[in-house]
């Protein structure tokens, strides 16, 4: 009964490698986002999307393609993978656009070597 | 958003309160205070907000100033699991689209000492 679930939980690939990253919540949210925390453990925001339809696209690689199939899924693919691309990534869900009541999946720690 | 300034570090004694410091002097009428921690190798977790009054819920307690320019957030009895990075947070509640994100800083990072 995980609120936002995120799988894998780990990911080690290869340089040039293409994978993905999916995200789901139960909570009837209609917003989702994916942030990316690096090893100085900033969080940084890369994707949201709003029922479906895109809001946000911070300045992130276009290696970097977020898909949301429907309200509840936020799925993130990175094609081309580099040493750079490791990091934390955490999926998170609210509902509507306010400040409060993000839930956080537990991460993805991906690992490129 | 407003940008906020935070103590890189601090530590508590278990079970006294915690009483984290935010300065947020540039914040504007509309913008709301957030807490939100991060428990080592977890995803952030929401703690509270607010506008301009004082504010409490089962996790702590948010004091802001009457210029709105700083806040505290108070955990009234510390545990080891209280350890965690705290951000504040300030931005507006319903903004549009490009407003809707949470914008992490550095935080402060809270030890909880037996």
């Known amino acids: 009964d995980t609120a936002v679930s995120q799988t894998p939980k780990y990911l080690v690939t290869q340089m040039g490698n293409d994978k993905s990253i999916k995200c789901e919540q139960n909570l009837g949210h209609d917003t989702m986002y994916w942030y990316k925390q690096d090893s100085k453990k900033f969080l940084k925001i890369m994707f949201s999307?709003?029922?479906?339809?895109?809001?946000i696209n911070e300045t992130v690689p276009n290696r970097f393609s977020p898909k949301s199939p429907d309200k509840a899924h936020l799925n993130l693919h990175i094609n081309s993978l580099e040493l750079g691309d490791s990091a934390v990534y955490f999926c998170a869900s609210s509902q509507g656009r306010t400040g409060y009541g993000y839930t956080f999946g537990s991460g993805t720690r991906l690992t490129v070597v | 958003d407003a940008k906020t300034t935070q103590p890189p570090s601090m530590d508590c004694a278990e079970g006294r309160a915690a009483n984290l410091p935010c300065n947020h002097s540039t914040i504007s009428g509309n913008e709301y205070v957030y807490w939100y921690r991060q428990i080592h190798s977890q995803g952030p977790q929401y703690i509270i907000h607010g506008l301009k009054n004082n504010e409490t819920n089962e996790m702590a307690s948010l004091i802001i100033t009457e210029d709105r320019k700083s806040s505290t957030l108070i955990l009234p009895h510390a545990t080891l699991r209280d350890t965690a990075v705290y951000y504040c947070i300030v931005r507006v509640a319903n903004g549009p689209s490009s407003a809707s994100k949470i914008i992490f800083g550095s935080g402060t990072r809270l030890s909880i000492r037996p």
């Open positions: 999307y709003n029922n479906k339809e895109l809001i």
